[in-house]
């Protein structure tokens, strides 16, 4: 793993729980940090950046303090290597932030069962309030180069808090569960499922355990929020975000080194003698609906009732962790356990022999380390899980190279221990067939899998983890492009300097000039217009835009540019008068006019546009809730309608515009293409019209997109400033030329 010297100062690791305990010693207390591999990350991330060598740096971690840590003594709140800040909130907005929203609602929805969510107003303020409490922590402790990391899901909308309060502070964020689909996501109501992408958006880096739960919440981000993306990139005004795949891991080297301990080697065998030499499988859980535990009872049964010939040779040793037992859901899960292993038994045991070992306790190291390496399956069966470490634990401890692995394919780990016999959880025949298809595997087979997937772990351990997230803010900070584009910009501006015939197709509103609430008020910025002029010298260069003829001579006026007029209704080539290039009735203006009026009447701040060959409603400075929604009914009234001529019902950005079918930018476009055999073809536009172009140029044509959404486009760039610095560049070659 390569090492480097990080530009920050000091990590701060802010989590729901702190990783630590306060216990007595002889004089007084101290503060005892737990053994946890997140831990061992974070003390591993410390060293990459020379936090380590310097003994006066410790590493700060904010999390939710119990009411036993609010008298403690401050200086028993540090040991040699962190500072814990506790978090201390009323016990109401607690139970309603961690026990409501975050486990009650989050955490079911997000697993894919949403009948287990429940959606309290109350809760999610609640959730507010204790982020709120987290900013006012780190606000007091944030200092110039400190790195901030965020973690998991009871924490989505602090980023963004930070983000506002300290403008200039470098955040990180990693979400430690599934990261659902848009469909799940979409049961939030708007205002929550807004302020928490936003809020997880407050982050420079971002960080799933697996590339499909990046592409669920870049959806959700486009749906939601409709932010431009540039490939692992979201592009906000002001910054951009990376959004990337950690697979979280474990510490290889130590449950390598600790199964082959004397103690652990003998408990294993301790175990076997217990269940006179059968043929183990083992699972261990906490008690979650998540977890699948019933799902595995059953195909374990299915497994039983299908091959008589394993009776009595074979035991299924099952622990399940208390977890949440005082709540009734989970008091229901555990009854339901208990009554099928009891029946499983009941059904298949005999006096001697019993197929399923079920407890419900935690285990000691030693003795999770014991069954790893004793058992010859480790059934690993999650109906969800954002990764599972238990299957990669279970590798790690198999030094012997024996064993086999059988994984749901709905956990995260699935898609890095592909050697593992993947099954599906809820397919209790397909359960039962790998049970029957690991016991008897031969050990080649079992030592081959093995091998391949001890190491994939040995190389993508915790340590890793954190280095590749620590890596991922470096290059962040030192890679800021000076452009937020997919274009292969050197050779685009290499082609355009190689050409002799060129045409730019440029649309004005978004493109040419930032969107703006008065659509009059709209203008390119004096250095747009100067890049414009310039590349007309050598160019031609196309303005085709929605907007009306007085507008555009207007606005463009001294600059030898060809303007197109009400998306291709109207042409004028420098120095010559405007050509009418459409030549459809206007009978059907008054009928479309009156279908628009009550929508202007409803919805204050909205208006019609009446163009010579258009009719425009506006409603960009509408503030109705559901005003996108009441602009789809319009446009679906006006498809529904019949009027003298085909005409084009077209839903821009915050319009609707209705023009007669026969002309377009795209018919325009087609039109002024075969007047010269160009070797340059750029078009660059951001709205739903702009899509006609891009269709009608050849496929080698650079056709660009700007801002979101989706498009034909080959190409994108992400802001309207991004539009001009692509100009000025082209300009810039030309001028090195002359």
């Given at each position: 793993m390569q090492t480097f010297k990080s530009s920050f100062t000091r990590l701060l690791i802010v989590s729901y729980r702190l990783p630590f305990t306060i216990q007595q010693i002889d004089v007084g207390t101290e503060l005892r940090q737990n053994s946890g591999g997140l831990v061992s990350a974070v003390l591993s991330m410390a060293?990459?950046?020379?936090?380590?060598?310097?003994?006066?740096?410790?590493?700060?971690?904010?999390?939710?303090?119990?009411?036993?840590?609010?008298?403690?003594?401050?200086?028993?709140?540090?040991?040699?290597?962190?500072?814990?800040?506790?978090?201390?909130?009323?016990?109401?907005?607690?139970?309603?932030?961690?026990?409501?929203?975050?486990?009650?609602?989050?955490?079911?929805?997000?697993?894919?069962?949403?009948?287990?969510?429940?959606?309290?107003?109350?809760?999610?303020?609640?959730?507010?309030?204790?982020?709120?409490?987290?900013?006012?922590?780190?606000?007091?402790?944030?200092?110039?180069?400190?790195?901030?990391?965020?973690?998991?899901?009871?924490?989505?909308?602090?980023?963004?808090?930070?983000?506002?309060?300290?403008?200039?502070?470098?955040?990180?964020?990693?979400?430690?569960?599934?990261?659902?689909?848009?469909?799940?996501?979409?049961?939030?109501?708007?205002?929550?499922?807004?302020?928490?992408?936003?809020?997880?958006?407050?982050?420079?880096?971002?960080?799933?355990?697996?590339?499909?739960?990046?592409?669920?919440?870049?959806?959700?981000?486009?749906?939601?929020?409709?932010?431009?993306?540039?490939?692992?990139?979201?592009?906000?005004?002001d910054r951009s975000v990376v959004v990337k795949d950690f697979p979280i891991s474990i510490d290889f080297h130590k449950f390598n080194e600790s199964s082959q301990e004397t103690d652990v080697v003998n408990t294993g065998e301790h175990y076997q003698q217990l269940l006179r030499h059968n043929k183990l499988i083992f699972s261990v859980d906490r008690l979650d609906y998540t977890k699948g535990i019933i799902y595995r009872l059953r195909g374990f049964e299915w497994f039983l009732q299908h091959n008589p010939d394993w009776h009595d040779k074979v035991t299924f040793v099952m622990t399940v962790v208390p977890s949440r037992d005082k709540i009734g859901q989970y008091q229901e899960l555990k009854r339901e356990i208990e009554e099928t292993v009891g029946r499983i038994n009941g059904r298949f045991g005999t006096i001697g022999w019993r197929p399923i070992v079920y407890s419900y306790t935690s285990l000691t190291f030693t003795e999770l380390l014991a069954l790893y390496t004793a058992c010859d399956i480790a059934l690993i069966t999650p109906i969800r899980d954002g990764m599972n470490l238990v299957c990669k634990e279970f590798v790690a401890s198999r030094h012997d190279q024996k064993g086999v692995l059988i994984l749901s394919e709905l956990a995260g780990a699935a898609q890095e221990l592909r050697d593992a016999l993947i099954i599906n959880p809820t397919d209790t025949q397909e359960v039962a067939d790998a049970i029957r298809q690991g016991l008897e595997m031969p050990q080649s087979e079992q030592e081959r899998r093995m091998v391949n997937m001890r190491k994939h772990l040995q190389n993508h351990t915790v340590f890793r983890w954190s280095h590749n997230f620590l890596t991922a803010f470096n290059d962040v900070l030192r890679e800021q492009p000076e452009l937020e584009t997919d274009l292969p910009v050197q050779a685009f501006v290499r082609s355009f300097e190689e050409s002799r015939q060129r045409l730019l197709l440029l649309d004005f509103d978004g493109t040419l000039a930032p969107i703006v609430n008065n659509p009059a008020d709209a203008s390119p910025s004096e250095v747009m217009k100067n890049v414009l002029a310039y590349l007309a010298e050598s160019s031609e260069v196309v303005v085709i835009s929605g907007r009306n003829r007085a507008f555009l001579e207007k606005t463009f006026v001294g600059i030898r540019v060809h303007l197109v007029a009400e998306h291709g209704a109207f042409l004028?080539?420098?120095?010559?008068?405007?050509?009418?290039?459409?030549?459809?009735?206007?009978?059907?203006?008054?009928?479309?006019?009156?279908?628009?009026?009550?929508?202007?009447?409803?919805?204050?701040?909205?208006?019609?546009?009446?163009?010579?060959?258009?009719?425009?409603?506006?409603?960009?400075?509408?503030?109705?809730?559901?005003?996108?929604?009441?602009?789809i009914e319009l446009a679906n009234q006006l498809r529904g309608a019949s009027f003298s001529i085909p005409l084009s019902?077209?839903?821009?950005?915050?319009?609707?515009?209705?023009?007669?079918?026969?002309?377009?930018?795209?018919?325009?476009?087609?039109?002024?293409?075969?007047?010269?055999?160009?070797?340059?073809?750029?078009?660059?536009?951001?709205?739903?019209?702009?899509?006609?172009?891009?269709?009608?140029?050849?496929?080698?044509?650079f056709t660009v997109k700007v801002g979101p959404g989706q498009s034909f486009a080959r190409y994108r760039l992400a802001r309207q400033h991004d539009v001009e610095v692509l100009l000025q560049q082209m300009s810039n070659v030309l001028v090195t030329n002359e």
């Open positions: 060293e990459q950046m020379g936090q380590r060598a310097c003994s006066t740096t410790k590493i700060h971690w904010v999390g939710h303090g119990d009411t036993s840590l609010e008298q403690a003594d401050p200086a028993t709140l540090e040991n040699d290597t962190f500072v814990a800040h506790p978090v201390f909130m009323d016990e109401e907005v607690h139970n309603g932030f961690y026990y409501g929203f975050s486990n009650d609602l989050i955490w079911p929805l997000f697993h894919y069962f949403p009948s287990y969510a429940s959606f309290k107003e109350t809760d999610f303020q609640y959730y507010q309030q204790a982020n709120t409490r987290f900013l006012e922590e780190l606000t007091a402790l944030i200092e110039p180069g400190d790195l901030v990391w965020i973690h998991d899901f009871q924490l989505m909308m602090l980023p963004d808090m930070v983000r506002q309060a300290m403008p200039d502070a470098t955040i990180g964020y990693f979400f430690h569960i599934p990261f659902p689909t848009y469909e799940i996501v979409k049961l939030l109501p708007r205002t929550w499922r807004y302020l928490l992408l936003k809020g997880i958006l407050g982050a420079d880096v971002i960080g799933f355990h697996t590339t499909d739960y990046v592409q669920h919440f870049l959806q959700s981000v486009s749906d939601v929020l409709d932010l431009p993306m540039i490939g692992s990139r979201i592009v906000l005004p004028k080539k420098p120095d010559q008068a405007w050509e009418l290039l459409d030549l459809s009735t206007d009978d059907w203006v008054g009928s479309v006019r009156s279908m628009m009026t009550p929508f202007v009447d409803r919805f204050a701040g909205s208006f019609i546009e009446e163009k010579e060959t258009a009719l425009v409603w506006h409603y960009r400075m509408a503030e109705a809730e559901d005003i996108e929604g009441q602009a019902i077209i839903q821009g950005n915050k319009v609707v515009e209705v023009r007669a079918a026969q002309h377009s930018k795209g018919t325009v476009a087609h039109t002024i293409l075969e007047q010269k055999s160009y070797d340059f073809i750029v078009s660059i536009g951001d709205d739903t019209t702009d899509e006609d172009m891009f269709r009608q140029l050849p496929n080698w044509a």
